[in-house]
């Protein structure tokens, strides 16, 4: 069994930072694409930034220049750093970890930016 626990979400006001944080626990051997995702109220869940299963880094438009995305392998957490925030990215931020095995999303941590 394989459990997500993100931490790091918040309260900021626009232009502010916040840093995410999703650590992965238990029978974890190669890891195909473990990026974040978010979704805001009354709309679908989007793909912030990932990383691929060739080690590449992909970002939705909107949060290019201001998130990066990063990981710790020896730890099986991966990050998001988020800087220079708008009102728009105002969600609830999801991780997940792609496994050979299925999909794992974490529990979901509420960053709220405020105008």
């Known amino acids: 069994q394989v459990q997500l626990v993100e931490s790091g979400g918040g309260l900021v006001q626009a232009g502010g930072s916040l840093r995410l944080s999703c650590a992965a626990s238990?029978?974890?051997?190669?890891?195909?694409?473990v990026g974040w995702y978010r979704q805001a109220p009354g709309k679908q869940r989007e793909l912030v930034a990932v990383?691929?299963?060739?080690?590449?880094?992909n970002y939705a438009d909107s949060v290019k220049d201001r998130f990066t995305i990063s990981r710790d392998n020896a730890k099986n957490t991966v990050y998001l750093q988020m800087n220079s925030l708008k009102p728009e990215d105002t969600a609830v931020y999801y991780c997940r970890f792609a496994l050979p095995f299925g999909d794992y999303w974490g529990q979901g941590t509420q960053v709220t930016v405020s105008s």
């Open positions: 238990g029978r974890i051997f190669s890891i195909n694409q």
């Open positions: 990383f691929t299963s060739g080690g590449n880094t």
